[in-house]
């Protein structure tokens, strides 16, 4: 039966001696290995201290052609090229950092040869390696997915597709990417590092929806420790099962597995005995509840559904309904949106397995994993919140902090998830202190109708000019409307069912208890008297096209997201 030794490696950033000592060693005791695969960073190691920061710079530097001549040939790849020794094993990577592609750029032939048995893969496809099906993705894919970028490392929707595309009726033995999928250590029983804070929120959702297409039979990622899945049944009858495999940095100084030996046999009898359930989707005895059932579900629920995303800004909730059919209609109508809805339905299934589902979930307008979601309005994803953008904001950057759970309000979070979301509101008020801007937050906490709503605060910046204003003028209409506001205590216990939570541009936070009746709207009519804008009340007056609205999601994530890194170094996800 046919078999192949194969070595894969994690991030060797520029190790290249002690990578290839290791491998002669691996060679000698249990080879001779075949081929040696390396997925992560390559030419230099990849951290925030070392060089994220300057390619970043790098990049956007003009002089494109002035830093690709700073770079030389790596020392520790010399001799190879100058044939004074010989790789001992063909190696093939993908690239992981601007900087790897640099390299690339410079040193690589047309086939992306750096020197002999040392092969760049390239961007996005499969390969044919000694008889072998090895898809490869090289770089980092954004969450949302962009469609175009000018980085050479940022994995792009038609990278994805043409993946996906390229493997149809192919038999994927093995599939090398930077990232891992979303979801992927659900139905994990054990073994899972302790120190992950969200491990079933790891990974990305394009590159799930790689695995779940190409079901290869061995996945291949990397991070800053090493990780083995049991094998999960996928959906090709040919491989039958993924065995996911994440390898650490060559140089790491816990000594965690690098470098991963195997001997595949690709024609040998799978067995699917000690495999996991399929990671991505709900249980198989839920089955019946099929796709088509689930729509038709939703259409039939449609009408006592509210739109969270417009619920906030709404007069009344017969407006909400329909604007929340037009929505529909939209979608249905925009074939663009087909495959976001596709995807996305992915996305509900592997929230429905992780939380036991409720009714009011389903239609959730929130919930990251719903079909409803706007993900173009999603500016960025943390730990327990996510920020956003609401239809029809108050002002330009009107912005909105929405749990990842789906839970009704801030007293309700645990700690952990409500210091997720006084980082975030921390993170904003420096980010707006830096343009001129002060923010005031917000919740209002009522129950709708018989539903548990999915919690969220709201964000305004103002100008600096009206930040002692802000106080008196929520004080001012608080009479009128029933409500008075007091300091909120050190612990929150003095919020309960229904109340409006005020957190002003000091960090001073105020609470009113909510009458039997009140006004869906104060938090926002409060602001436009505020700001002098009372054109503003309706958040329809103030919709744009969805055009407008991505524009203006992805220009400010363009600006924010780079400061909130910064400020939130260390990401699960990343070294
Ligand atoms: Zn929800």
């Not at 039958?240 to 965690?256: D, G, H, I, M, Q």
């Not at 938090?523 to 096209?545: A, Q, Y």
Request: hydrophobic share 30%.
């Amino acid at each position: 039966m046919e078999s192949y030794k194969i070595l894969v490696c994690g991030d060797i950033g520029g190790n290249f001696q002690q990578l290839y000592k290791r491998v002669a060693t691996v060679n000698k005791s249990n080879g001779p290995f075949h081929l040696l695969l390396c997925v992560g960073a390559f030419f230099e190691p990849f951290s925030a201290s070392h060089d994220s920061n300057q390619s970043e710079q790098n990049q956007n530097d003009q002089d494109q052609d002035g830093e690709q001549n700073k770079i030389s040939f790596p020392k520790e790849l010399q001799s190879y090229k100058d044939d004074k020794e010989v790789i001992p094993i063909p190696t093939y990577f993908i690239a992981y950092t601007p900087t790897d592609y640099k390299y690339i750029e410079k040193f690589s032939n047309e086939n992306g040869e750096i020197c002999k048995n040392l092969t760049y893969l390239g961007k996005s496809g499969i390969k044919d390696l000694m008889g072998l099906n090895v898809a490869y993705l090289s770089g980092k894919v954004d969450y949302p997915i962009k469609e175009e970028s000018n980085d050479s490392m940022t994995i792009i929707k038609t990278d994805i597709e043409k993946l996906i595309n390229d493997s149809k009726d192919k038999k994927i033995d093995i599939f090398l990417s930077n990232q891992w999928a979303r979801g992927v250590l659900n139905n994990v029983q054990s073994g899972i590092p302790t120190f992950l804070k969200t491990p079933y929120k790891i990974g990305m959702d394009s590159i799930k929806e790689v695995v779940q297409s190409t079901n290869p039979a061995y996945h291949f990622s990397k991070n800053s420790f090493y990780f083995q899945r049991p094998p999960y049944l996928n959906h090709s009858n040919e491989t039958k099962v993924t065995r996911f495999l994440s390898l650490a940095p060559v140089y790491n100084e816990k000594k965690e597995k690098y470098l991963f030996a195997m001997n595949y046999q690709p024609a040998k009898e799978v067995t699917t005995n000690d495999a996991t359930l399929n990671p991505f989707e709900r249980r198989q005895n839920n089955n019946d509840n099929s796709e088509q059932h689930t729509q038709k579900k939703q259409r039939n629920t449609e009408e006592t559904t509210t739109n969270f995303f417009f619920g906030n800004n709404v007069n009344t909730e017969q407006d909400n309904q329909q604007e929340n059919k037009n929505q529909r209609k939209r979608q249905h109508g925009d074939n663009n949106n087909q495959q976001n809805r596709h995807h996305e339905r992915h996305q509900k299934k592997f929230q429905m397995h992780q939380q036991k589902p409720k009714p009011q979930q389903q239609n959730c307008w929130f919930c990251l994993s719903s079909p409803d979601v706007d993900s173009h309005l999603v500016v960025t994803i943390a730990n327990d919140c996510y920020l956003a953008f609401p239809k029809g904001g108050v002002v330009d950057h009107h912005l909105l902090i929405v749990f990842i759970e789906h839970k009704a309000n801030y007293i309700s979070l645990d700690q952990s998830e409500k210091d997720d979301i006084n980082k975030m509101i921390n993170i904003l008020r420096e980010f707006f202190d830096k343009r001129g801007q002060d923010i005031v937050v917000f919740e209002r906490n009522s129950f709708l109708k018989g539903a548990i709503a999915h919690g969220h605060l709201q964000v305004i910046p103002i100008p600096k000019s009206l930040s002692s204003k802000v106080k008196s003028k929520f004080i001012e209409h608080s009479t009128e409307n029933n409500m008075e506001f007091k300091e909120l205590p050190e612990n929150d216990n003095a919020l309960n069912d229904k109340y409006f939570l005020l957190i002003l541009p000091n960090g001073e936070k105020l609470y009113s208890t909510l009458p039997q009746k009140s006004d869906y709207q104060f938090g926002r009519k409060v602001m436009v008297d505020l700001l002098g804008t009372p054109e503003k009340l309706n958040w329809k007056d103030c919709m744009v096209s969805k055009e407008e609205e991505m524009n203006q999601t992805a220009s400010f994530r363009d600006e924010f997201q780079p400061f909130y890194d910064e400020k939130n170094p260390s990401n699960d996800d990343d070294d």
